[in-house]
Each structure stands twice: as structure tokens, then as C-alpha cells.
């Protein structure tokens, strides 16, 4: 039996994630109460990824862990998605590489490329 494929953004969706410097991420505590957090979105071909600058501890990331249904808002869209862990060397790598194409120059790379934080990887498919 094998497993289906990851589900993908529309080509449109994944261009609007790619030129968006700054996304804010919907999450929602146990209680259901909405969270918004400004963060960085990097696309590598098919695929959307997140990182959390602030590890594991961080609000998002904590809530995102515990209910991986969140929506993702980049310009006036507002989009379904689902986080999956994405840990593993060649999507750190793929986001690595993202981030420095898409943030070279800008204020807090360096510290998105800390190995510390690299197991907060996520990949993000439409829900």
C-alpha cells in the first residue's frame, strides 16, 4: 500500500507565498481562541515551509504542534493549510536555501540558520 501525495498549493497560491515578505500565521489555542503572528514564508518548487526563529518555545509553534489546522494570511488571502513536521535533512536543507535566496540581506537570516531551530520545520499543504 503505498502512501498518497502531499496535497500542493495552486500555482497562483504558491506565487503569492513566494513574493510575500512576511506572512501572519492563524493559530488557535486549546480553548479556540485565534492567535495571529507575523513570520517569514519560503517556497521551494511545490512546496510552502515555515521555520520558528524562536524555536520550539514560540507561541505559533507550540499552538501549530497541537492543532495543525491553521490559515495562513499573505496579502488579502487567507488560506487553509496544514503543517507537517519537516525535519528531516533535505527539507531543512531545501528551506535553508530558500531562506537565504528570499532574505539575503534582511535583519534576523543569520538567525534562521541557527541548527538549533531546525527541527521547527514545518511544510505547509492546503487544508
Same mark, same amino acid.
Given at each position: ?26 493559530? *488557535?489555542?486549546?480553548?479556540? /481562541? ?7 514564508? !519560503?517556497?521551494?518548487?511545490? #512546496? &510552502?515551509?515555515? =521555520? ?25 488571502? *487567507?488560506?487553509?493549510?496544514? /503543517? ?7 527539507? !531543512?536543507?531545501?528551506?535553508? #536555501? &530558500?531562506?537565504? =535566496? ?26
Amino acid at each position: 500500500m503505498g502512501y498518497a501525495d502531499p496535497m500542493r498549493f495552486e500555482p497562483g497560491e504558491l506565487a503569492l507565498l513566494d513574493a510575500t515578505e512576511e506572512i501572519q500565521i492563524e493559530t *488557535a489555542r486549546p480553548d479556540g /481562541a485565534a492567535h495571529r503572528t507575523t513570520i517569514w514564508i !519560503v517556497v521551494d518548487g511545490d #512546496d &510552502a515551509f515555515v =521555520r520558528s526563529v524562536n524555536g520550539a518555545t514560540a507561541r505559533w509553534y507550540r499552538e501549530t504542534i497541537a492543532n495543525p489546522a491553521i490559515t495562513i494570511h499573505a496579502g488579502d488571502r *487567507a488560506l487553509a493549510a496544514r /503543517a507537517i513536521a519537516a525535519a528531516d535533512a533535505d527539507s !531543512v536543507g531545501r528551506v535553508s #536555501d &530558500a531562506l537565504r =535566496r528570499k532574505y539575503t540581506g534582511i535583519t534576523g537570516l543569520r538567525e534562521m540558520l541557527e541548527p538549533g531551530i531546525f527541527d521547527t520545520t514545518l511544510r505547509l499543504e492546503p487544508a
